[in-house]
């Protein structure tokens, strides 16, 4: 049997995707992103999701990028059809109702960038590279990358970034807000041990909806948001978990979600 493209551990509700293609440094072809797509409706359907990380097999890629050999004799149409297909995928990995965390360990390029930039959180190892080198290939980021990382980076570092295709490193990558951490390599995995442990232990009800309100509310204008934010607050009150959480702390506990 061929080995899986998409390597998944659940861990309690808490699931790991490894994109495992580390001889083509993880690069994202239309057969890695098929896979990814079913994986992701498959987690889409799960009631007891807690949380995703999403990294790179090896040591040295997150994700070198969109496959330039698969992408090199691409018609137009057939160009569209392949970012069509990686938009798609891209935005149900950031649909995901609970947090997402993308665990950056090395060359994170191109639609790995994209990619990366889909997650709620990136915690990159120092060695990571970063970047949206696709003007050097004749092309733009065709995954996303000209609207997410301006909604992230703001828009005068992105439109450096994508004009000039030019690398960065993590440190630059944490300065401008493209990630949320930076730490050795070695460290990452128990790094994102204590994070999903964070997260887990919190209500999950109260994270998702959380995550709904950053979401759709950053698409909305301030009083909509506003409004949304509201109505969320509220639905927390409906379910058990604001009892237990005001309870446990009223009787000095730790609360059991
Ligand atoms: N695609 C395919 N193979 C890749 C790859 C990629 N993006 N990146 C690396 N590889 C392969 C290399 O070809 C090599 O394979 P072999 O020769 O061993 O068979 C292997 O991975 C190891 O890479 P290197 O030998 O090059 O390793 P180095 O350490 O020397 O260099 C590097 C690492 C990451 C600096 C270098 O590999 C590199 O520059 N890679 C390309 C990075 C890049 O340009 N990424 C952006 C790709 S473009 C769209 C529009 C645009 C896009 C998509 C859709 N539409 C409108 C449809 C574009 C998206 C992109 O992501």
Redesign the pocket.
């Known amino acids: 049997m061929s080995e899986k493209l998409i390597d998944v551990v659940d861990n309690a509700g808490v699931v790991r995707l490894t994109i495992n293609r580390p001889?083509?440094?993880n690069?994202l072809n239309s057969a890695v992103l098929t896979e990814l797509e079913s994986v992701l409706t498959d987690l889409e359907q799960r009631s007891n999701l807690r949380a995703v990380l999403i990294t790179g097999a090896g040591e040295k890629?997150f994700v070198?990028?969109?496959?330039?050999?698969e992408?090199r004799e691409k018609t137009p149409e057939e160009?569209?059809a392949?970012?069509t297909q990686?938009l798609r995928t891209i935005k149900r990995l950031e649909t995901l109702p609970v947090p997402v965390v993308a665990l950056v360990n090395g060359?994170c390029?191109?639609?790995g960038c994209e990619l990366a930039l889909a997650c709620d959180w990136a915690v990159a190892s120092d060695n990571a590279i970063f970047g949206q080198?696709?003007v050097?290939?004749g092309?733009?980021?065709?995954?996303g990358g000209t609207q997410r990382l301006p909604r992230r980076v703001g828009p005068a570092m992105a439109i450096d970034l994508v004009t000039t295709g030019r690398k960065i490193d993590a440190q630059e990558a944490l300065r401008i807000g493209l990630v949320n951490r930076v730490m050795p390599q070695a460290e990452l995995d128990a790094y994102a041990e204590e994070l999903t442990k964070q997260l887990v232990g919190n209500g999950p009800q109260a994270v998702r909806a959380s995550k709904l309100a950053v979401h759709d509310g950053m698409d909305q204008d301030l009083d909509s948001a506003l409004a949304l934010e509201t109505a969320l607050f509220a639905f927390c009150f409906a379910g058990e978990e604001q009892k237990e959480g005001m309870s446990a702390f009223v009787e000095k506990r730790k609360p059991n979600f």
Not at 64 to 69: E, F, K, M, P, V
């Open positions: 001889k083509a440094l690069a890629a070198a990028g969109a496959d330039i050999t992408m160009a569209r392949f970012a990686a060359f390029l191109g639609g080198p696709e050097l290939l092309v733009i980021p065709g995954f």
